[in-house]
């Protein structure tokens, strides 16, 4: 029974330091310098892009499985090949005002395989009518 007993008692040890060293290593992470940019006052029909930099501050290889945006007036490029560990990386970012009027924030998802396989960027304006 001393036997099992011990047994068992190191088993849960080997099991905790396993949960521990697994804990300590996150996987990929997806660092943004920045998550949104505001273009400011822009005319109708106007396009404006912005190139957001990430960084992979993780320890595995991070892997961007789609980017989507809120409407076809906004158009992501991205890269396909994984991201390694430390490396940086750049989301392209066009919006075409053309048809739309006031206030728009266009926000895209970027579907990955991160801590957070979800995150959000976004550029914001306020489009104004052609001709003031």
């Known amino acids: 029974m001393k036997r099992f007993t011990l047994l068992l008692f190191i088993g849960l040890m080997a099991a905790t330091v396993h949960a521990q060293i697994a804990s300590n290593n996150n996987g990929p992470v997806i660092d943004f310098n920045e998550t949104s940019v505001d273009f400011g006052d822009i005319t109708q029909g106007d396009k ?3 190139t957001f930099v990430l960084k992979n501050t993780g320890s595995a290889p991070l892997v961007i499985s789609n980017v989507a945006a809120t409407c ?15 490396s940086s990386a750049e989301i392209k970012v066009t919006f075409n005002s053309a048809g739309k009027m006031g206030k728009q924030n266009s926000v895209v998802r970027i579907y990955s395989n ?14 104004l009518p052609k001709g003031r």
Request: hydrophobic share 35%.
């Open 114 to 127: 991160a801590s957070e396989p979800i995150e959000k960027v976004s550029l914001i304006s306020n489009v």
């Open 48 to 50: 404006v892009e912005h």
């Open 72 to 86: 076809g007036c906004t158009v992501p490029k991205w890269p396909k090949e994984p991201i390694a560990p430390g």
